[in-house]
């Protein structure tokens, strides 16, 4: 299966059993997951990780920082919801 095809159903909630924490979001295009930090600069320095992993695998998420919390989603949106980008990218950011 290429990367870039969307995932069916059937086949997306068996990779979001490979994931820990990861939530499908209600548009059922996006999945998410809130890191939390012991400091703000923890989770800076969590942010620039997935900054350079993002870059490596070009393929980036969106980054909400809250003080502590860090709130990661994902979508591949040229292709219209979620591909394996998207399950490798979560995979390498829990890493």
């Known amino acids: ?8 159903e059937q086949e997306l909630q068996a990779r979001l059993g490979e994931l820990q924490g990861w939530k499908l979001e209600e548009d059922g295009r996006t999945i998410a997951k809130k890191y939390m930090f012991p400091s703000f600069p923890e ?13 490596a695998q070009v393929h ?10 860090v709130t990661l989603r994902l979508t591949t949106w040229h292709s219209g919801g979620l591909t394996l980008l998207d399950i490798e990218a979560a995979k390498a950011y829990d890493t």
């Open 1 to 8: 299966m290429p990367k870039h095809e969307l995932l069916h």
């Open 60 to 69: 980036h998420p969106f980054i909400s920082v809250d003080y502590r919390k």
């Open 43 to 55: 989770a800076i320095a969590f942010v620039n990780k997935v900054a350079s992993i993002a870059e």
